[in-house]
């Protein structure tokens, strides 16, 4: 009983040190409000979920998948970038050259988390839109269909984040 005690005190105190780091770490300031904000927030989130955060724990964490995770960051920014001018032009355009339509691509990630993943750094990328996610294969509503075949549809749209997010979710 009190090693499932002590066990429990520190789950708790692990996670609230989590959430406050990472809390300051957003926040980007020391100001007294934002501090005991965090404080509050971190001790109320982690009471609620410290057991669910030391169960799973991070037993999947790697250094390889950091490193993927590091590097498929500004990756993902380049490419929202690049959506962006991409859609901005075609608005302002005189003619507004688009073709939009609904492709359908094949994503290689296995788990659900990395195909969540997938749908929504393409949603997030100006110019598509994922509808749904079906097996193996993700619907996706294009701005400027290039190519309605599968494998480059897929290779135009997943091919610029899917090795990244295989290695942060393999």
Do not use: C
Request: hydrophobic share 50%; proline share 4%; aromatic share 12%.
């Amino acid at each position: 009983m009190r090693e499932a005690r002590r066990k429990s005190v520190s789950g708790y105190l692990t996670t609230f040190a989590v959430l406050l780091s990472l809390w300051l770490i957003f926040v980007n300031t020391l100001n007294w409000q934002e501090v005991l904000t965090g404080i509050v927030l971190s001790a109320l989130i982690a009471s609620f979920g410290h057991t669910y955060f030391t169960r799973r724990g991070l037993r999947h964490l790697s250094l390889k998948k950091l490193l993927y995770f590091i590097i498929y960051i500004p990756i993902f920014f380049w490419e929202v970038l690049k959506a962006n001018l991409d859609v901005a032009y075609r608005v302002l355009h005189p003619k507004m050259p688009i073709k939009p339509g609904i492709v359908l691509i094949k994503t290689g990630l296995q788990s659900d988390i990395g195909k969540l993943t997938l749908a929504n750094s393409i949603t997030l990328t100006p110019g598509t839109l994922t509808m749904d996610i079906i097996d193996d294969n993700l619907l996706i509503h294009w701005i400027n269909v290039k190519s309605e075949d599968l494998e480059e549809a897929t290779k135009l749209i997943a091919g610029r984040f899917e090795p990244y997010l295989r290695g942060i979710f393999s």
